[in-house]
């Protein structure tokens, strides 16, 4: 009988955070095999289940083969052997500490290394309790890593504000929104939503103006995409409102228009309701 060991890089609770999801930047194995293939999907279908996938996010997990404790058995059939692994590793992008743990299974053998390889990834999708061991990983190393020193979080958030690189201080008060310094980090959104909405009605409202008015469909539609970076409660939002209804009025004439009514109608309600909640979700912060 095979035997699968699991080694950690340290003891983990799964908390409550886990049922929540958080903010995780999954980077599969790069590669072009099937085998590959097989275990990012499996990976990051299991993952996004449980969390909030996202390239921005301030923790990340990878994962990739680890075949180096292989050997070949010379005879009549030649047989690879040995105790291939799954390196998975967990990463605090903010400082960049990480820790890393392997899932390994004993004594497989086939008669080529990537039978090998698609024999470990097959055995440790079928042994359903490495989710649960993944997610409870993800969850301590969250925990440790930011839970326990989120201030330095609103340290980064406070100095991303000062540096008016408001989209980086939003994703960061998202992240930590879970943390025991949520408190503070709501506190901070308030005000940065406002600076933030006051920049992008400065920076972009005279360019969505252009557009909105063009009276050309691809133009319009880029619009759309700016009018969405502008939090509700803005100085602009009402104008954006307006522009948002011109441009739909446009669009209902064509036929191709119905997806980006559907998406200014969106905007508008969570313009009027005033749904800064909503509008954070959709621009993932």
């Given at each position: 009988?095979?035997?699968?060991?699991?080694?950690?890089?340290?003891?983990?609770?799964?908390?409550?955070?886990?049922?929540?999801?958080?903010?995780?930047?999954?980077?599969?194995?790069?590669?072009?095999?099937?085998?590959?293939?097989?275990?990012?999907?499996?990976?990051?279908?299991?993952?996004?289940?449980?969390?909030?996938?996202?390239?921005?996010?301030?923790?990340?997990?990878?994962?990739?083969?680890?075949?180096?404790?292989?050997?070949?058995?010379?005879?009549?059939?030649?047989?690879?052997?040995?105790?291939?692994?799954?390196?998975?590793?967990?990463?605090?992008?903010?400082?960049?500490?990480?820790?890393?743990?392997?899932?390994?299974?004993?004594n497989l053998k086939s008669s080529s290394k990537e039978q090998?390889?698609?024999?470990?990834?097959?055995?440790?999708?079928?042994?359903?309790?490495?989710?649960?061991?993944?997610?409870?990983?993800?969850?301590?190393?969250?925990?440790?890593?930011?839970?326990?020193?989120?201030?330095?979080?609103?340290?980064?958030?406070?100095?991303?504000?000062?540096?008016?690189?408001?989209t980086k201080a939003l994703q960061l008060c998202a992240f930590?929104?879970?943390?025991?310094?949520?408190?503070?980090?709501?506190?901070?959104?308030?005000?940065?939503?406002?600076?933030?909405?006051?920049?992008?009605?400065?920076?972009?409202?005279?360019?969505?103006?252009?557009?909105?008015?063009?009276?050309?469909?691809?133009?319009?539609?880029?619009?759309?995409?700016?009018?969405?970076?502008?939090?509700?409660?803005?100085?602009?939002?009402?104008?954006?409102?307006?522009?948002?209804?011109?441009?739909?009025?446009?669009?209902?004439?064509?036929?191709?228009?119905?997806?980006?009514?559907?998406?200014?109608?969106?905007?508008?309600?969570?313009?009027?309701?005033?749904?800064?909640?909503?509008?954070?979700?959709?621009?993932?912060?």
């Amino acid at each position: 009988m095979k035997t699968i060991t699991l080694i950690f890089g340290f003891f983990a609770i799964c908390i409550h955070v886990c049922g929540q999801g958080i903010f995780l930047d999954a980077q599969p194995v790069e590669g072009y095999t099937s085998t590959e293939y097989k275990l990012n999907d499996y990976l990051i279908t299991a993952l996004s289940k449980e969390h909030k996938l996202n390239a921005c996010a301030f923790m990340s997990i990878s994962w990739k083969l680890d075949m180096s404790k292989v050997t070949m058995l010379e005879g009549m059939n030649t047989q690879i052997s040995g105790n291939p692994k799954i390196k998975f590793q967990l990463v605090n992008k903010i400082d960049n500490t990480d820790t890393v743990f392997f899932y390994v299974a004993n004594n497989l053998k086939s008669s080529s290394k990537e039978q090998l390889a698609n024999l470990l990834v097959e055995t440790y999708i079928n042994e359903k309790s490495n989710l649960v061991i993944l997610h409870k990983m993800v969850a301590g190393f969250y925990e440790k890593e930011f839970n326990k020193k989120c201030k330095i979080g609103v340290e980064k958030t406070k100095q991303a504000t000062e540096n008016q690189d408001f989209t980086k201080a939003l994703q960061l008060c998202a992240f930590y929104n879970a943390t025991t310094c949520k408190k503070e980090t709501v506190e901070l959104k308030t005000k940065i939503l406002s600076e933030y909405g006051k920049q992008v009605c400065d920076n972009d409202m005279q360019k969505i103006r252009i557009l909105a008015n063009s009276g050309v469909e691809y133009q319009m539609v880029k619009a759309i995409d700016m009018l969405y970076k502008i939090p509700p409660k803005s100085p602009c939002a009402d104008e954006a409102v307006k522009l948002s209804k011109t441009i739909g009025k446009y669009l209902l004439k064509k036929s191709s228009g119905e997806s980006s009514n559907d998406r200014l109608n969106i905007l508008i309600k969570m313009y009027t309701n005033q749904d800064v909640t909503s509008w954070s979700n959709v621009n993932m912060f």
